[in-house]
């Protein structure tokens, strides 16, 4: 590859680094003043695309092609405003986690409402204006829109450094970027703050998709990508940080461009495809990123924290939790009876009991350990992977196959826990993202061994448990052995240590517990969890493909522990039954059944901001205490 070839996808690199820069630069706004990490964010660029197009092609001609881009813009930052008023300020002060829950729910409704207004096909907008046509760069020819797509990054730039810095209102982002409770006890009224800043990261995340019309079609995938991209954009400039959000966006944008442009390369008899790296290369450079630099290149320590009610501390089962959940396990084994008159229902139950396994398994980080990750999907992965491939290659017995799942799940835990316990908060949780997109990534291109995007195919259930009823009573079994274990560590000196080490690190270090150590058994524990509900899916499926993989299940399993709460130890159980026959249900009843599903977590989050065990549970405690006072 020759110099110049070098620097035209050099070009090629900053002319996407402003795109990513214009989101990113928004979500590091949002998150540095309100907390909120905000998964809405890509659908706000994703509907800014749509708008522009739409204004674009109905006016028609130069005026049409940029009235699209700013009207779109503007309407996106008066969406951001409606989101902000009418939902985030009511659920400010709950945990931040439970604000991330209901911002996934927007993503759902605003999916499907884009789909309802502008249907399932893609949509190619027009070329811009006076900048159609392409200029001689290094003996190539460049788009010219994409070198006004280079100009425009630094241009930007200049205007958020010169609004935060010379006005007031940057000034007062700035100082709750550091200390919004210190802004709040100064008089400064934090809703109005909280509004202005909300809708000026809507703001140029609506303009980043509408600037986009010419390079790139709208769609309804475009949402979940792009928010992946802003989050990796932000976490590895810093949060907060809005140079470092552009220097990072640079960075990233040329790691890809540079991929492309490299090729196929021999290495002593070996052939390298680098232009497949393209699939992970941001997340490949946020991990290194964080293993290096933690709190990214110009980030200070930022932790997700909660902002409600100091938490009751966990107690064994009473007597009657436990009577209660015998009782409910006669229900359960009788619905093996019913495989002849509704074989879907255990179809159904088998599903169920999977997502109760899987959330169980995060529970166990999240709650009692502290440790917020959004790449658990990866062992669920692996598991899921390591049970198939061993029937494929080797022909292993299903019960052998189903040993191993947790295994490989668990070594994989093992190797990226000893990165992920090092971080805390919000980096934990990103890092934890990029090891699970490089997992994805490995099984999506390793086409000889994984099938690639085909998957593996053939994975049943081999005798005595090739009949429904008697796998459902297997999942059942190993529900029940996989919930009792995690709940005995919880309550065992171990528990207490990990649960110490979550509340006071540093005084549980002081009387002699080692915290990472701590944690990162206890990430190996929930990974090797994780993965036999992954090898129990590939049995109940048959088939297994990448998406087992991708982050839209690591999201399935946070909503399945907000939703049960995040304080109690039944909350994960009650949320993976809740969001799976939600789910199979919803989905059955109509086209839009995304939007119907975020509508209800949505409800779910206003009337139970603690999760519905988490509420129920204090709710019923605040009730026993005012009866104790009475005289």
Known sequence: MTLDAVAFQALNGLAAASSLFFVGAGLSLIFGVTRIVNMAHGSLYM?????????????????????GVVVAAVLVAALGALIEIALLRRIYHVPELFQLLATFAVVLVLNDATLWLWGPEDLLGPRAPGLRGAVDVLGRRFPAYDLFMIAMGPIVLLILHLALTRTRLGRLVRAATQDREMVGALGVNQALL????????????????????????????IDLTVIGDAFVVVVVGGMGSIPGAYLAAVIIAEVKALCIGVGVVHLGGLDVNFSKLTLVAEFIVMAAVLILRPHGLFGTIVALRAVSATESPLRPASKWLKTGAAVLLVPLVSL???????PYALVLGTDVLIAVIFAASLHFIMGPGGMHSFGHAAYFGLGTYGAALLVKFLQAPMLAALLAAPAVAGLGAMLFGWFAVRLSGIYLAMLTLAFAQIVWSIVFQWQDFTGGSNGVLGIWPSPPFDAPWRFYLLTLAAAVVVVVALRTIVFSPFGYAMRAGRDSPLR???????????????????????GLAGGLFAFAKGSISPETINVGRSIDAIVMVLLGGLESLSGPIAGAAIFATLQDTVMRQTEYWRALLGAIILVVVLIFPGGIVGSLARATAGRGAARGKAP
């Open 194 to 221: 909280f509004t202005a800043v909300f809708t000026a990261g809507s703001l140029l995340s609506g303009l980043g998709g509408a600037l986009q019309l010419a390079r790139e079609p709208a769609n309804l995938a």
């Open 508 to 530: 549980a270090e002081a009387i002699g517990i080692d915290v990472k150590r701590v944690h990162w058994i206890a990430f190996v524990m929930a990974g090797a969890a994780a």
């Open 336 to 342: 093996a009876a019913a495989h002849a008159n509704s």
């Open 47 to 67: 509907v800014g695309l749509y708008l522009a197009y739409s204004i674009a092609t109905a006016i028609g001609g130069g005026w049409g092609y940029w009235a």
